[in-house]
Every structure is written in structure tokens, then in C-alpha cells.
């Protein structure tokens, strides 16, 4: 069994990103495999799930002992995705491992990953827009079960199928159906929801998939300090200046997977940045000249 030492700082870097942010597991960590190190996308998916049982529960605990998990959201959540994983894991091992069995896994991981991406920069936007702050406590929160329930099927199926959703889809799907909760609260009950989830995915990989135990391995021994580390410090680093970066990683991976040649990917991930700059740099400025107006106005 091959420790791979630049397979255990990778996944240090995506288990910091989990811990802080609850997004970035299956969506960073998949690619990252499959991109950097060459593994086939079903041993990728598969491996990654069996790990992330080790490492979400490091994450939920820190996030459970802070009180900033809602209880209930996780049942709801759970009792609709932990079947829809298994079905996941068994669609996936349907598919085969074929070339072109493989290019339909990575096309359906890249519409995930875009999605998730388009969602995020548009709460995002609606967010700034309307100048609402997400700080409602985690009691105050009113859960929705239907609704809910079908975010834990649709996340369980993807995950199980490219082991995108937990921390990425069924976020930003939450966001949406709970507007006013905090991020950091929906990081806390995201985390601990997808502890039974990644369990049921994982074991549908150890029946269907093709997980490589060294692989697997290596990305526990990396990801699960640097969860519990990012999860520590996810109650102090603002939520605003990490989903931007997560975004974006989400956004690259997923139109790399849905057939974007590496210049025109590359062409494309500059003007997003440009576009990025030109927005931040157009805000500070109007930031700047309200400032200036509310410090000149006559004071009655």
C-alpha cells in the first residue's frame, strides 16, 4: 500500500478548505485526483467517499460541541439522502469503465460542479443586493421537512453518483430554502448531516465502486487534522472571503469536466478573475464615495 506524500498535502489543503467553509470535499478533492495525479474518476469518487467517513465527523463534532447544528435539519436531510446515496453508488457501478463510461461520470461530475457554482455567485448576488445578512440562531429556524427531504434525495444521488453534493450542491440548495441562517451555522449543519450520508455512499463504493485503500489512505491521513483545524477557525474567519475562492475552484473544475480545452479553460478562468476585480474594485469605489458624501453632508 503507496503513501503518496504530495496526494497527503493536497488533501491537507481541501480538508482546511472543508473545515472552514463546509464546501470543497467531493468538488475539489475529486478533481484534484483526477487532474493532478492522474486516477481514474471512479476510483477518484470512490476513494474520496470512504476517506470523507473519516473526516466529516471530526468537522460535525467541532461544529455539534459550538452548538451551530441544527438537529432537526439533519434528520430531515438524512432520512432522503442516505437511501439516494446507496441508488447513487449503484447508478455509478452501472455505468461501467469504459472510455466512454468514464466521459459520461466526468460530464455529469462537471454539471454538478457548475451548478453549485452558478448557485453560490447568485445567492451571493441576491445577498449584496438586497443587503440581507444571514444571523438568524439556530433555534429560530423553522424547518421545512418536504422541502428538505428532497434536498437530502437530490444530494444523496449525486453523491453517491461523483461525490459532489454534500458540502456543495445541498449547501447552496439550503441557502436558497433558508435565507436568513449564517453561514457558519449552515457550514455546522451541513458537516453533520453529511456524516450519514458519505457512510451510506461510501459503503455503496465498497460494494459497487473501486476504492483504492492506499489512495484512501493518503487522503486520511491529510484531510483529517487539517479539517479539524479549519473547523476551528471557521467561527473566526468571515464567510464572504472564502465561498468566492470555493466558487471559483468549483467553477474550473466543472467546466474543465465538460470538455473545455486547457487554453480556452484557461482564457476563460482570467476574464472571470478580471470580471472579479472589476466588480470588487467598482464596489470599494462606490463604498469610498458614499463614505466621502456621508462625512460632507451638514450635520443638523
Request: one cysteine or more.
Amino acid at each position: 500500500m503507496h503513501i503518496d506524500p504530495y496526494i497527503v498535502l493536497g488533501s491537507a489543503v481541501v480538508g482546511l478548505l472543508v473545515g472552514m467553509t463546509g464546501a470543497g470535499g467531493g468538488a475539489l478533492m475529486t478533481p484534484m485526483l483526477i487532474l493532478l495525479f492522474g486516477v481514474t474518476p471512479a476510483a477518484a469518487i470512490s476513494s474520496d467517499l470512504v476517506a470523507s467517513v473519516v473526516m466529516r465527523p471530526i468537522g460535525a463534532a467541532v461544529h455539534l460541541r459550538a452548538g451551530t447544528v441544527n438537529r432537526k435539519l439533519v434528520v430531515l436531510m438524512a432520512s432522503g439522502a442516505v437511501p439516494a446515496a446507496i441508488l447513487g453508488s449503484y447508478l455509478l457501478s452501472l455505468m461501467g469503465g469504459s472510455k466512454s463510461d468514464m466521459k459520461h461520470i466526468e460530464l455529469i461530475l462537471g454539471s454538478a460542479l457548475l451548478i453549485g457554482a452558478a448557485a453560490m455567485a447568485l445567492r451571493y448576488a441576491l445577498d449584496r443586493r438586497s443587503g440581507e445578512v444571514r444571523t438568524d440562531q439556530i433555534h429560530e429556524i423553522t424547518p421545512r421537512p418536504l422541502v428538505t427531504v428532497l434536498i437530502g434525495i437530490v444530494g444523496g444521488v449525486v453523491v453517491g453518483m461523483t461525490s459532489v453534493g454534500a458540502g456543495s450542491l445541498m449547501i447552496v440548495l439550503l441557502l436558497f430554502v433558508y435565507p436568513s441562517i449564517s453561514a457558519k451555522q449552515l457550514v455546522g449543519t451541513d458537516l453533520t448531516q453529511a456524516v450519514p450520508l458519505t457512510l451510506a455512499a461510501a459503503v455503496g463504493s465498497l460494494i459497487f465502486g473501486k476504492v483504492e485503500f492506499g489512495l484512501t489512505t493518503s487522503l486520511i491521513i491529510g484531510s483529517v487534522p487539517a479539517v479539524f483545524i479549519g473547523s476551528l477557525l471557521s467561527s473566526s474567519v468571515p464567510d464572504r472571503y472564502i465561498r468566492p475562492v470555493i466558487a471559483f475552484v468549483i467553477l474550473a473544475s466543472g467546466l474543465k469536466y465538460v470538455g473545455l480545452s486547457t487554453t480556452t479553460l484557461g482564457w476563460t478562468l482570467c476574464a472571470v478573475l478580471l470580471a472579479g476585480a472589476a466588480c470588487v474594485a467598482y464596489e470599494l469605489r462606490g463604498g469610498r464615495e458614499r463614505a466621502n458624501a456621508f462625512s460632507s453632508s451638514p450635520v443638523e
